[in-house]
Nanobody
Framework: VQLQASGGGLVQAGGSLRLSCVASGRDFKTRLMGWFRQAPGKERDFVAAITDNGGSSYYANFVKARFTISRDNAKNTAYLQMSGLEPEDTATYYC???????????????????WGQGTQVTVSS
């Protein structure tokens, strides 16, 4: 599956953004989807993930209920709604898909098979 992320931008602290990840192909609905982020000079960190049918979602501790992951399988799209953004959230955000039919959650980016190109989120103080 090929992924295309969008929706990043420059926002003031406390603001909101919604990231989108559009997938090509017919098997999006069989994929667990995740969002990761990477700041310059740092490792790629897990942000959130959602199961193939959207029934369960998982978040990194630092999200602190500020972000919501969702998906619309009819539109082959996953979303990350971010609110209460802080300067520490500044990073390139990537969407990723686990392999077809692999339903288990993983926080390790190496477990994800497909990646979008990343979208930059910059939060000013």
């Amino acid at each position: 599956v090929q992924l295309q992320a969008s929706g990043g931008g420059l926002v003031q602290a406390g603001g909101s953004l919604r990231l989108s990840c559009v997938a090509s192909g017919r098997d999006f609905k069989t994929r667990l989807m995740g969002w990761f982020r990477q700041a310059p000079g740092k490792e790629r960190d897990f942000v959130a993930a959602i199961t193939d049918n959207g029934g369960s979602s998982y978040y990194a501790n630092f999200v602190k209920a500020r972000f919501t992951i969702s998906r619309d399988n009819a539109k082959n799209t996953a979303y990350l709604q971010m609110s209460g953004l802080e300067p520490e959230d500044t990073a390139t955000y990537y969407c990723a898909a686990r392999g077809r039919g692999i339903y288990s959650l993983s926080y390790d980016p190496r477990a994800y098979e497909s990646w979008g190109q990343g979208t930059q989120v910059t939060v000013s103080s």
